[in-house]
T-cell receptor, first 109, second 112 residues
Framework: GQNIDQPTEMTATEGAIVQINCTYQTSGFNGLFWYQQHAGEAPTFLSYNVLDGLEEKGRFSSFLSRSKGYSYLLLKELQMKDSASYLC??????????FGKGTSLLVTP | TAGITQAPTSQILAAGRSMTLRCTQDMRHNAMYWYRQDLGLGLRLIHYSNTAGTTGKGEVPDGYSVSRANTDDFPLTLASAVPSQTSVYFCASMEREGGEQFFGPGTRLTVL
């Protein structure tokens, strides 16, 4: 079975840094993805980790520890447009993605 | 390049009626997926296809069927819709060997 946990909601201030955590227990592991989803829109790809460590892409970074079943998404220099849901997903031994329920991030002025 | 298209954008359907949600991709991806997204439950996999001619069941397949006659198209059929199938449906595709999943714009379905 799959169990992917992330906080339901977070609030942060414009210009700040926020870390969104994700823990997982899955029957197989072929990578961890982070997606961003604005209200009423489709999810869009942010990052992919398959090896332990930090992947940096502009203002967004993602970290993975496979031994701990743990990942986080780090957003720096927050902007109002970063208000969205952030979805953690694990690719299992097949090719399907198993999604967490998402973290709704609100960025305030 | 269109990427992934879905049709219709939204639909209101009477319970008991059948409907097919269409999904087409032009990226020649081998793998395609159907998810439903419900408030508080996140994205849940309904059916998937790793390559043309094959399909598999996801987490919530009951009440839905799919076919994959060719690489580009992956329709989702509700044979007899029920109100619990009210949801937003997303189609996605991915290169078989990994990488990101690309999502279509979604179909908002209401079953009354």
């Amino acid at each position: 079975g799959q169990n992917i946990d992330q906080p339901t909601e977070m609030t942060a201030t414009e210009g700040a840094i926020v870390q969104i955590n994700c823990t997982y227990q899955t029957s197989g592991f072929n990578g961890l993805f982070w997606y961003q989803q604005h209200a009423g829109e489709a999810p869009t790809f942010l990052s992919y980790n398959v090896l332990d460590g930090l992947e940096e892409k502009g203002r967004f970074s993602s970290f993975l520890s496979r031994s701990k079943g743990y990942s986080y998404l780090l957003l720096k220099e927050l902007q109002m447009k970063d208000s969205a849901s952030y979805l953690c997903a694990v690719k299992d031994s097949g090719y399907a993605l198993n999604f967490g329920k998402g973290t709704s991030l609100l960025v305030t002025p | 390049t269109a990427g992934i298209t879905q049709a219709p954008t939204s639909q209101i359907l009477a319970a008991g009626r059948s409907m097919t949600l269409r999904c087409t991709q032009d990226m020649r991806h081998n793998a395609m997926y159907w998810y439903r997204q419900d408030l508080g439950l996140g994205l849940r996999l309904i059916h998937y296809s790793n390559t043309a001619g094959t399909t598999g069941k996801g987490e919530v397949p009951d009440g839905y069927s799919v076919s994959r006659a060719n690489t580009d198209d992956f329709p989702l059929t509700l044979a007899s819709a029920v109100p619990s199938q009210t949801s937003v449906y997303f189609c996605a595709s991915m290169e078989r060997e990994g990488g990101e999943q690309f999502f279509g714009p979604g179909t908002r379905l209401t079953v009354l």
